[in-house]
């Protein structure tokens, strides 16, 4: 007897669905990828395959850019990105973390120059998990969440 797959959260024709999100994550993720315009559809406190709740963002029409990507993979780096084109899976990855994130998150330190000049920030990865990262100006390490995203 074959198991009937309900949907919890409504198709999109074409977009990106964003998978695997931390529950605490999924409305922060989706106010800072959503542009103006968007259609988007949120799904919290889901049950994985693997027992643990996740979070789930779909965005309708659109896929992510490389800065929108850098910006999840600061606030989720076990994420997963669907690509939907044509109520179909076309590509699935998890998120890439680059070795740095270029002017995309505030540092966290009050008395890092960043936060008084105008100058780009820059953070190098020290660790992939859990995601660490050290502000190229200041010299002070953190994790990834925690950093104000611009």
Do not use: W
């Not at 994550?25 to 949120?42: C, E, G, M, N, R």
């Not at 709740?53 to 994420?79: F, T, Y």
């Not at 100058?119 to 502000?135: N, Y």
């Amino acid at each position: 007897m074959s198991a009937e797959r309900t949907r919890q959260v409504e198709a999109i024709a074409h977009g990106t669905v964003i998978d695997h999100l931390p529950p605490e994550h999924t409305l922060k993720a989706a106010t800072v990828l959503a542009l103006p315009d968007d259609q988007i559809f949120i799904g919290m406190n889901f049950i994985s395959k693997k027992g643990v709740a996740k979070g789930v963002i779909k965005i309708a029409g659109r896929e992510l850019n490389q800065m929108s990507l850098s910006q999840l993979a600061l606030m989720a780096p076990e994420a997963t990105i669907n690509i939907i084109r044509d109520y179909k899976v076309v590509s699935k990855q998890l998120i890439s973390i680059p070795k740095s994130f270029d002017n995309i998150a505030k540092c966290s330190n009050p008395n890092c120059i960043t936060n008084f000049q105008n100058c780009i920030t820059k953070f190098e990865v020290i660790e992939k998990k859990p995601l660490v990262v050290r502000c190229f100006h200041c010299e002070r390490s953190f994790q990834g969440d925690s950093l104000h995203l611009r």
